[in-house]
């Protein structure tokens, strides 16, 4: 009896079982926003060039959506659930590449048509058919992201960043300090693995001034606040909450080679 009640306990704590039951819930405390959600255009969508990362298609959801992955090559095998979109350089640069996907959906052609987008960095991976459901139920606004779990102002990021190669060409520190001295409060990060975007002026005018910011560096979560102060656009965060249920989580331990050694 013991053994049957441990399993049971283990199974209703499990991830799947508690997102279950909490959509349940959003679903009859919130049955407009419910509604509404399943009358909109949805789409998950990823990007990776110079095959930096090795796509996991994501599980399918529990309301209606695309998924769309745009890369220079194309995904064996074939995901089924998946529209693989294979598109040439566009700036000869596979991180420069994959960063435009990922910053202007509003001027990608495939991505028009939807009034929701939801970029997943491509090591993300999705383990929660409610994933999608828990997410949207419980943000609003033009743009939406989590606060990042480990530094809270852009200058400590741009410290830590500057130890990576691939931002070595940068110089992070001055770019952070001149978003300073135009007089962006220095108090918050954003974690820019996930962006939900609302289809609007809004978000597009976001996208734009965030793009224009990839002159300085390709370090988009230090230039994240900087396009939030410029344009008005108040960033949503996702709340810390959906951490607990495990819905998804990310690669990197294959990222060492992007730290200087010695």
Known sequence: ?????????????????????????????MRKKHAGLLRKKICIYSSCFG???????????SIPCDNLFFTDKGVEPAPDNVSVIVSSTIYGDPRHDAKYYKLCPHLIPELEDYDITIWIDSSGSIHSHYFLEMLLMCTSGPV?????????????ESLYSQQMLKYSSFDLLSQAESYILKGIIDDHLWHCAMIIRNKSDSSSKF???????????????????????VTGVAITPIPKFMNLFGTMSYNTSHRNHEYRSG
């Open 207 to 229: 996208n734009d001034v965030w793009w224009r910011e990839m002159a300085f560096s390709l370090q988009d979560q230090i230039s994240a606040p900087f396009a939030e102060f």
């Open 51 to 61: 095959g930096y990362d090795e796509f996991i298609a994501p599980c399918k959801q």
């Open 144 to 156: 939406s992201m989590r606060s990042h779990p480990d530094r809270s102002s852009i200058l400590s």
């Open 1 to 29: 009896m013991k053994k049957l009640i441990a399993i049971i306990l283990k199974t209703l704590l499990s991830f799947r079982i508690s997102s279950f039951i909490f959509c349940l819930i959003l679903r009859i405390c």
